[in-house]
């Protein structure tokens, strides 16, 4: 083979996931290039190297290949070659974090890909210019940037190496930046681009993130297996800061879960692949009691940290820890700079955090009313808008505390059913307890009356679940039934629903009126089907509306009304809303078919219903 193929081959050998073949493959290239005197191609092989060891941390070797690509360039006229070492150079400025020089080094890089006709560097050049904007705070256009070389990856404007990297950095990046919703789309689009291309290779670098994220969003079985096998097939290809990083998630994972042992020895993984393991191990020794090493390890970490994103990461935990010393000055401090940081990076889940740990400090300060309003705005974005349940329902419980202390008993106990019915849907088991106990206590101080109220009530069911469960099998069913659950919760709370129960993979919400429960169903149909659309498959799943005055008391709701609503739930087909009659007043403007009448199991005279047809 030729120089130019023997390169071709190092990428060959790479995506198979010989890495020994890639660096001898790109050894032999840049010395045939040498050989014939193509300083420019040799160059463009030295930056290739630089990279590959890189990712591998050795930072010598790497810095070596770079400091030899500048040398053959140094005399040469402009070529591709030094395309790729300006975009080199604005790579090493946003880690030493000079954005400001970086974006400008990339536009150049940028400017010489085009000029060089190199497609593979004008994307990742595209990207990392995104990066450096967003380093310097201009989040919306960076974002920007980013997106469009995703596409122009996904469009297959590159080659299978670099789309495959610029997945890779994307996720990462959105991962770091807590924005995870945008995380969650491109992670979709990423598995479908492995799938199609059959590469085996990358999910070892973006199994980590992809845990991280899956993680958020409440899919904690999925999450453990990527993070799992992220670990093993780094570790066997050297890679141990990535597999450090998987140790991470698999600790956090632990920790939520309440197995503590499991959770010391992955952190401490972590830690011996040179992951500071925070915040997580912090919390763990905030479980354990050990709270002088808890803060230590944070502030020792935050002397330390040189970004927004490293402060926006560890502040929370500094905030919660703080209170539990006693040092309210300390956590005021945490949670002033954690406001400014939020401000700064303007995404929902820094603002989440943000309204959290506020609501933690005047909840100290015995200012409920306002620690109730923060903690309501914490639990509505980490639901609505990040998506992530686990989180949601820890602003739900801090939330009800609030509630409490104010004398409303009643809406502190709806906060405390919805945080626990997450809780123990994720396997979260010292959540589940206290929101139990919190629960038990509550009601043991209260006796309410049941009392006349109008609801419209909401069921809804997956079609066929046994035959599907016997299909797919129980891990597959339990990663389905998660994601089922989170899709539909977060519906739930943006249409004002209240759930009561949740039992195997049905929901009974209530809503204050029936336009609100005709509007959610609707909106989960169509989520569904989008779903299915994009990521080709989601479960059907029928559901019935009614609405009826009933008796409600100890938090629950009894009477013939729950019971209609239930039976027309039985009684709809596949992805079908049923209505009862009822519920078609006010502003639905949804297009239904033509009312019939249903006798239903129980219920004396005949029901008039219509079908919703939401597509």
């Keep these: 083979m030729d120089a130019g193929r023997l390169a071709e081959f190092a990428v060959v050998s790479w995506m198979a996931g010989d890495f020994g073949a890639c660096l001898e493959l790109y050894g032999r290239s840049y010395r045939g290039h040498l050989d014939r005197g193509h300083r420019a191609a040799a160059a463009v092989v030295a930056i290739s190297l630089a990279w590959e060891h890189e990712g591998r941390g050795e930072e010598a070797q790497s810095a070596g290949w ?21 975009w080199w150079r604005a790579r090493e400025l946003i880690y030493a974090g000079d954005c400001g020089s970086a974006v400008e080094l990339a536009e150049e890089a940028a400017r010489l890909a085009r000029q060089f006709g190199d497609a593979d560097l004008e994307v ?20 920007r940037r980013i997106d469009e070389a995703m596409a122009a990856a996904a469009g297959g404007e590159s080659s299978v190496l670099v789309s495959g990297a610029v997945y890779c950095l994307t996720v990462t990046a959105c991962q770091q930046l807590a924005d995870y919703r945008r995380a969650s789309e491109w992670t979709q689009s990423q598995a479908r681009w492995c799938r199609e291309r059959a590469v085996p290779v990358f999910p070892s670098f973006c199994r980590v993130n992809r845990a991280a994220i899956l993680r958020v969003g409440g899919e904690w079985l999925a999450a453990e297996r990527e993070a799992a096998a992220a670990a ?30 499991a959770a010391e020895q992955s952190f401490a993984s972590a830690c011996e692949y040179g992951i500071d393991a925070l915040p997580g191990l912090a919390l763990l020794r905030l479980r354990q009691g050990r709270l002088e090493d808890a803060r230590a390890s944070l502030d020792a970490a935050l002397g330390e940290a040189t970004e927004p994103l490293d402060e926006a990461r560890l502040l929370p935990a500094l905030v919660e820890i703080a209170l539990a010393q006693g040092d309210t000055a300390a956590a005021a ?48 974005i980490w639901l609505v808008e990040v998506r992530a349940p686990y989180e949601a329902a820890l602003a739900q419980m801090l939330l009800a505390r609030a509630l409490s202390d104010l004398g409303n008993e009643h809406d502190a106990g709806l906060a405390l059913r919805s ?19 919190a629960l038990a206590a509550l009601s043991a101080s209260q006796d309410e009356l049941a009392r006349p109220t109008a609801r419209a009530f909401l069921f809804t069911d997956i079609v066929s679940s046994t035959a599907l469960l016997e299909a797919i099998g129980d891990r597959a069913w339990q990663q389905l039934v998660s994601w089922h659950d989170a899709a539909l919760r977060a519906e739930f709370a ?14 009974f919400v209530a809503f204050e009126d ?50 209609v609503a239930a039976r027309i739930a039985g009684a709809a087909t596949a992805d079908e809303i049923l209505v009862s009659l009822e ?6 403007v949804e297009t239904v078919g033509e009312p019939r009448a249903l006798m239903l199991k129980g219920v004396a005279e005949p029901v008039e219903v219509v079908s919703v047809r939401w597509t």
Excluded at 351 to 364: K, V, Y
Excluded at 428 to 433: F, K, Q, V
Excluded at 524 to 550: E, K, N, T, W, Y
């Design 494 to 507: 943006a249409h004002r629903g209240e759930e009561v129960d949740h039992a195997g993979d049905g929901f």
């Design 232 to 261: 093993e097939e780094l570790e066997l290809i050297g890679y141990r800061y990535d597999a450090g990083n998987a140790m991470y998630e698999l600790g956090e994972l632990h920790r939520c879960r309440g197995d503590l042992a």
């Design 419 to 437: 945080a626990h019915a997450v809780f123990t849907g994720l396997g979260a088991r010292p959540d589940a307890t206290e929101a139990a106990a």
């Design 333 to 380: 401090a945490a949670g002033d700079r954690l406001s400014l940081v939020a401000e700064r990076l303007m995404l929902p889940a820094h603002i989440a955090r943000s309204a959290t740990a506020q609501g933690r400090l005047l909840m100290a300060v015995a200012d409920a009313k306002a620690a109730a309003a923060a903690f309501r705005l914490a639990a509505r």
């Design 514 to 563: 029936p336009t609100a429960a005709v509007k959610a169903a609707v909106a989960i149909q169509r989520r569904l089907a989008a779903h299915r659309r994009d990521a080709g498959f989601a479960p059907s799943v029928r559901m019935g509306v009614h609405a009826a005055d009933v008796l409600r008391g100890d938090g629950a709701y009894r009477g013939r009304g729950v019971h």
């Design 66 to 86: 770079a400091g030899r690509a500048m040398s053959l360039l140094e005399d040469e006229p402009p070529s591709v070659g030094h395309a790729w070492l300006t």
């Design 583 to 588: 519920c078609l007043q006010g502003d639905v």
């Design 124 to 143: 990742l050049t595209r990207w990392y210019g995104g990066r450096a904007m967003i380093g310097c705070g201009r989040l919306d256009e960076g974002f």
